[in-house]
């Protein structure tokens, strides 16, 4: 079928399979290869994206149901300068292996702006669908805190 | 001595020198999505490649075949028919083939390998590979297994006299674990490119890029120019990439070359789980002999580990497992064995801890059921046994410096708060049954751990690492075939250059790990990067630091002996001369390439005796010390983390930011190890294979954490650096099983210890 | 490749229901669906989707006649956030909480874990315990089935092959007397090993008792209500209703105890007011 998508701000017209995955367009179609596969089942949150503001597992999402919507992916969160969050993920540890790291700071950046307090109990159930083998998610939590900080 | 360092949460970014905390180098492309993992790279004509298993634990193959009625256009078959060279997986033993012909020896052995452009077809395809099997009764239990791949026996002064005293009390247990799977988030992926050489390059998510680079030599018939390997940004190992790229990479290249394409091979979840190595289970028994005031006299452990169906990496597994299955303390007796056997499952291997989680799950939970039956407090019975500077170890050796067990133990139970706390539990305890008690019980243990730095025995000293660093004419250049797989080598090696040369961070950049650019450095395991790569590393740069300032001594005329380099500027008697970087290229211009590779050198006096298992297994420890407190659900018997402390002595932290995410990491994966991951076979067959089934722990299955680092330098590592990556991985489970005998008086001596458990305890007669 | 019909309106909808193409099925948030797809479970038997994600008649959460109505497409985020479910119904909130985690949220509907219909369903102890009401409809008209005679066997229900779930009825003011608790294999993204959900009068005068996971189906527990409407042995009337299974999440024994201890416990806190719980 063929269908618009908006993705960071562009639209783009595609013609692809209904049912395939928002993952497989976002990284085979259109070579956005920053959103990530981990698990295939919405389990891990590696292929998090913003699907018209809200935060969602794009691998768990037949294109058909984001026709006409807007997609907002680890690439279209930044431009040439790194944003308050993607900083403080790299100051204070956030990202180790990086492979989860996109789909957190997608899932960290929905917390904020959702504006509520970050409390470590509020970060921890807002990335509690983002699984990490690597950090223990103590820096996690703690930059997206200072990203909180920082921006408010 | 034990100063902690200072507070690096959001550390000042100019500070870039050992000991700092500098941002990673990798990190702008992580946190953008520019970073760039096999998956994400594109290979021109590329196919998918997929594999062909058993299905049968155990059996006799009577035939491969191949639907004739399907269309097999397009599709590439393999079998071990097509290997040129040698059909075994390298590594310790031959016994592994890289495509089983005769025997297969667990379900998920790999048989045949199609690859074909399309994925669609492909998965079709896979449905019409018909492969008979007679199947031969499996070993599945491993106290029921024959076949011993490896053994070890440790024997310290004589147990006998001790065991026969009756003035000393005999403690005995048996304690057991099951596999454990790393659950990297990014499978193991590899992508084969045929070469017009008739060789191969090999891209791919890998620990150690040299262990394919041999094994693709034997399997290929190829010489050493004929093959890269290259690693790609790699998303999490802790174990799990170390041998196994091996396999795939051998898979990928021979399909590659059948086809005469680049294939790429990532594995799905579920087949990654159920092929691919995992921790190794074992049953570990424990008896020992103390003095009624807690002072241990001696000690018989006896440990079986589970290999699954080849040897692979278990022979070293088991060797670091037997050689800490008697924990940080001192035994003036001591015998320990341990075996390590063969089950008709795959092939268990190394998982962060490598042996040590296991035995010291042992180890530590028996500590609790000393303290338990001598009505001791376990954290005076562990101050009272804990190793010191001169202690001997079962294996004849004496320690002499950097030995921290004693410090670690008393900064965690002070920080945790653990005797209020564990007088609290006991009187909670106390009460009366039918009395009004509370739903939820508390409870808070600890437990003592050291791990080895660097490899076994005589390993380093086989291995003759090497790595060094090249001038170029922006700064320096390390070369080395250790990979950043998430801990941040790529910082640390870039630090400890910059600080040996002088300059700023900014100025070292990192060689793209390529096997055919790049010296062997060994493979990325063991705790042993910072220490042995990394101080390889700074005494390359010393002596590259040697050869510019006599130069520089040279062109600018002042005694060599004067000339330092500070911040990137050369300079003499206190008089700036030149920047770094115009010294580097005219140097290139006028003398060429500068490249210097150092060889690891054993500390001296760090002897080891193979034969007689005697000696310095490892040249110094690392400690840790951790204090769990939790709540048990009475009416679910689940568990609730409230609170963690760890302490850790690694030498130095040169990076502490990245030391502490080390310490977290590892302490999480062990959390899970100790409450949750536990995988379920029947009859050789993995049930739980997915994200959704096999439960590794969430950001609200963490407790808050206090992180303590106290430093210790080791005289012969870089700026006193022993090794980290391992250590944190060793003592939260059983500081666990502490914690919840000390909320509910049970000590549950299998992991994990889920909900299941505790009601089992709870309830049994 | 499956065709798919994105529709927008119910008429659209019934219109492919009437065609009846063979092996239809219909899509809803796909966190269940899309599961299955991606894994190809049960690939072979879908002929046709059905895409009703942006039927907006379906979505929405209204008060009307004492009942609170929430549409089938509502999300689990949408029910959090809802004031009025907060205050007429707050344990559904509560348990829409313990759903998956944030991005599961977003998509996950109310419909779709009625119809998906796994005895481990979060929603459907508190579904069955609040007497909750579907409404079901298709080209051959709208009629209301009880939460009860909904689940018929393993993943089979009462809904006909050319019907829609459109809207889930609990009548109040009933239903703000609901508790339940879930008990999981982690804090998050966790399929539950049971979950029981009870609503009682002062006194348990009159008590309605579910249990998820510990039957084929999402279960009504008649005698352990009857144990404990007349004082009886709740705990061994509730082990004559279940019959747990081991599987990879827990055990037969553990199923069986724990279900009781979380039951006796949430009978016993029935008296005080309900109240939201945190995170477990
Ligand atoms: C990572 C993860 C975690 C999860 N955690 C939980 C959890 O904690 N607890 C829990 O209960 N569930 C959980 N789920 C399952 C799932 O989120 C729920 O069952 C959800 O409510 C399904 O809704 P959906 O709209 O996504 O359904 P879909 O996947 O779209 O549909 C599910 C089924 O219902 C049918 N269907 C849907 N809507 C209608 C309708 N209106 N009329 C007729 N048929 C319809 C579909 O045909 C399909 O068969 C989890 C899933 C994932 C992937
Ligand atoms: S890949 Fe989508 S949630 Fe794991
Ligand atoms: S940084 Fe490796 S999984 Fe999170």
Same mark, same amino acid.
């Given at each position: 079928m063929r269908l618009e998508l908006r993705i960071n701000g562009s639209v783009r017209s595609l013609e692809v399979e209904p049912l395939k995955r928002l993952l497989d367009v976002l990284r085979e179609d259109l070579i956005l290869t920053g959103t990530k596969e981990g698990c295939g089942e919405g389990e891990c949150g590696a292929c998090a994206v913003l699907l018209d503001g809200q935060l969602v597992n794009s691998c768990l999402v037949a294109v058909c149901q984001a026709a006409g919507a807007s997609v907002v992916t680890i690439e279209g969160l930044s431009s040439s300068a790194l944003t308050p969050l993607q900083r403080s993920f790299v100051e204070c540890g956030g990202a180790q292996c990086g492979i989860c790291t996109p789909g957190m700071i997608v899932a960290g950046q929905c917390f904020l702006d959702s504006g509520a307090a970050a409390t470590d109990e509020a970060v921890r159930e807002a990335i509690a669908g983002n699984l990490c083998r690597c950090t223990g998610y103590t820096k996690i939590v703690e930059s997206i805190q200072h990203a909180a900080r920082e921006t408010r | 001595m034990f100063d902690k360092p200072p507070t690096m949460k959001h550390a000042d970014n100019s500070k870039s020198t050992v000991g700092h905390s500098p941002p990673r180098k990798d990190g702008p492309d992580k946190v953008t999505g520019r970073a760039r993992y096999l998956d994400d790279l594109a290979f021109p004509g590329q196919l998918w490649g997929r594999t062909v298993r058993s299905q049968?634990? +155990? *059996?006799?193959?009577?035939?491969? #075949?191949?639907? &004739?009625?399907? @269309?097999?256009? *397009? =599709?590439?078959? /393999?079998?071990?028919?097509? =290997?040129? *060279? $040698?059909?075994?997986? %390298?590594?310790?033993?031959?016994? %592994?083939?890289?495509?089983?012909? $005769?025997?297969?020896k667990h379900?998920?052995? &790999?048989?045949?390998?199609?690859?074909?452009?399309?994925?669609?077809r492909l998965e079709e395809a896979l449905l019409h590979v018909d492969v008979k099997i007679d199947p031969l009764p499996p070993v599945l239990d491993l106290l029921l297994?024959? +076949?011993?791949? !490896?053994?070890?026996?440790?024997?310290?002064? $004589?147990? !006998?006299?001790?065991?026969?005293?009756?003035?000393?009390?005999?403690?005995?247990? =048996?304690?057991?674990?099951? +596999?454990?799977e790393q659950m990297y988030i990014e499978p193991n992926a590899i992508c084969a490119v045929p070469r017009e050489d008739f060789g191969v390059t090999i891209y791919g998510s890998m620990q150690c890029p040299f262990y394919i680079h041999r094994g693709l030599q034997r399997l290929l018939k190829i010489n050493d120019s004929q093959i890269a390997v290259i690693q790609v940004v790699t998303g999490g190992g802790f174990g799990g990439k170390e041998d196994y790229p091996t396999v795939l990479a051998g898979h990928a290249a021979l399909l590659a070359r059948k086809a005469g394409k680049p294939v790429k091979m990532i594995y799905k979840r579920e087949e990654d789980v159920a092929a691919t190595t995992k921790r190794h289970p074992a049953v570990l028994r424990y008896r020992t002999a103390v003095k009624p005031d807690g002072e241990f006299v001696a000690c018989e452990i006896d440990v079986v580990m589970d290999g699954g169906a080849y040897v692979t990496l278990s022979p070293v597994v088991a060797s670091r497992g037997v050689l800490h299955a008697s924990g940080a303390y001192r035994w003036p007796h001591a015998r320990i064995d341990c075996r390590v056997v063969?089950? +008709?499952?795959?092939?268990?291997?190394?998982?962060r801890g490598f042996g040590v989680p296991q035995t010291l799950f042992g180890c530590e939970a028996h500590? #609790? !059921?000393?303290?338990l039956e001598l009505g001791l407090d376990p954290l005076l019975v562990r101050r009272k046994n804990a190793l010191v500077v001169g202690d001997v170890m079962p294996t004849g050796q004496r320690l002499t410096e950097s030995v921290s067990a004693l410090p670690v133990l008393e900064a965690v139970a002070a920080r945790s708060g653990y005797a209020a706390k564990r007088e609290a539990a006991m009187e909670a305890a106390r009460l009366p049954a039918g009395s009004a008690r509370a739903r939820k019980r508390r409870g808070i243990g600890l437990s003592l751990a050291l791990h080895g730095a660097g490899f076994t025995g005589s390993g380093e000293a086989h291995l003759k690492s090497r790595a060094g660093l090249e001038l170029t004419a922006s700064g320096a250049r390390v070369l080395s075939a250790s990979t950043d797989i998430g801990q941040g080598t790529i910082t640390v090696f870039s630090q400890l250059a910059a600080e040996a040369l002088g300059v700023p961070?900014?100025?070292?950049?990192?060689? /793209?790990? @390529?096997?055919?650019?790049?010296? $062997?450095? *060994? &493979?990325?395991?063991?705790?042993r990067t910072t220490m042995v790569v990394g101080g390889t590393i700074a005494r390359a740069a010393e002596a590259m630091a040697r050869v510019l300032q006599g130069y520089v001594a040279q062109t600018h005329a002042v005694p060599a002996g004067e000339v330092c380099c500070v911040g990137g500027i050369f300079a003499a008697r206190g008089r700036s001369l030149a920047p770094f970087e115009s010294i580097a290229r005219r140097y290139l211009d006028e003398r060429g390439p500068l490249v210097c590779i150092e060889q690891y050198e054993l500390p001296p006096g760090v002897q080891w005796d193979d034969a007689a298992y005697r000696g310095s297994a490892y040249p110094c420890y690392a400690w840790a010390a951790t204090a769990v407190e939790l709540e048990v659900d009475l009416d679910t018997y689940e568990i609730k983390l409230l609170d963690l402390v760890t302490a850790s002595e690694f030498g130095k932290a040169i990076h502490p930011v990245l030391a502490e995410g080390q310490i977290e990491g590892g302490t999480v994966q062990a959390l899970g190890y100790a409450l949750l991951e536990e995988h379920i076979y029947v009859d050789g067959r993995l049930l739980n294979t997915r994200m959704q089934n096999y439960i590794i722990p969430t950001a609200l299955d963490v407790p808050p954490m206090t992180t303590l680092i106290l430093e210790n330098p080791y005289s012969r590592g870089p700026h006193g650096a022993k090794g980290l990556g391992e250590l944190p991985m060793d003592g939260p489970a059983p500081a666990v099983a502490a914690a919840v005998l000390s909320a509910i008086g049970k000590l549950i001596p299998d992991l994990p210890i889920s909900p299941e458990r505790v009601m089992k305890a709870l309830h049994a007669a | 490749m499956i065709p798919v019909t994105s529709v927008k309106t119910l008429p659209e909808a019934y219109a492919l229901l009437q065609a009846r193409p063979p092996g239809l099925r219909v899509l809803a948030g796909g966190t269940d669906l899309m599961v299955a797809i991606n894994a190809r479970v049960g690939l072979d038997r879908i002929g046709h989707v059905l895409d009703i994600w942006n039927v907006r008649e379906l979505r929405g959460i209204a008060l009307q006649d004492n009942f609170l109505r929430i549409g089938a497409l509502t999300t689990y985020t949408e029910i959090i956030h809802s004031t009025l479910v907060n205050t007429q119904l707050p344990a559904l909130a509560a348990v829409s909480r313990e759903v998956g985690a944030w991005a599961i949220q977003n998509r996950g509907t109310l419909g779709g874990n009625v119809c998906n219909a796994s005895p481990a369903g979060d929603t459907l102890p508190l579904l069955l315990a609040a007497d909750a009401r579907f409404l079901l409809g298709g080209p051959r008209g709208e009629r209301t089935v009880v939460a009860e005679e909904f689940f018929l066997a393993y993943r089979k229900t009462a809904l006909g092959a050319d019907e829609l779930l459109l809207?889930?009825?609990?009548?109040?003011?009933?239903?703000?007397?609901?508790?339940y608790r879930k008990v999981g294999t982690r804090r998050a993204q966790s399929i539950s090993k049971t979950l029981i959900a009870v609503r009682a009068t002062p006194g348990l005068r009159e008590v309605r008792i579910a249990a998820g996971c510990v039957a084929p189906i999402p279960l009504r527990c008649r005698r352990a209500e009857q144990a404990a409407m007349s004082g009886g042995d709740v705990r061994a009337a509730l082990q004559l209703d279940i019959s747990p299974i081991n599987d990879i999440r827990s055990t037969i024994e553990y199923r069986r105890l724990v279900s009781a201890n979380v039951l006796l416990q949430l009978l016993k806190n029935m008296g005080t007011p309900y109240s939201l719980p945190g995170r477990p």
């Open positions: - | 049968v634990p +155990h *059996g006799r193959i009577r035939s491969i #075949e191949f639907d &004739p009625r399907f @269309d097999w256009s *397009g =599709i590439v078959r /393999v079998t071990a028919a097509d =290997i040129p *060279g $040698d059909n075994i997986v %390298q590594l310790i033993e031959d016994d %592994q083939p890289m495509l089983a012909h $005769d025997m297969v379900r998920e052995e &790999p048989i045949a390998l199609l690859a074909c452009a399309d994925r669609e297994s024959t +076949h011993v791949f !490896k053994s070890y026996r440790i024997e310290a002064g $004589d147990i !006998k006299p001790a065991f026969a005293d009756s003035s000393l009390r005999v403690v005995e247990g =048996i304690y057991r674990v099951g +596999h454990q063969q089950t +008709h499952t795959p092939p268990n291997g190394a998982f500590v #609790e !059921k000393i303290a961070l900014s100025m070292i950049e990192v060689a /793209v790990n @390529d096997t055919s650019r790049v010296p $062997d450095s *060994g &493979p990325t395991v063991a705790s | 809207r889930v009825d609990f009548p109040l003011p009933d239903a703000a007397r609901l508790a």
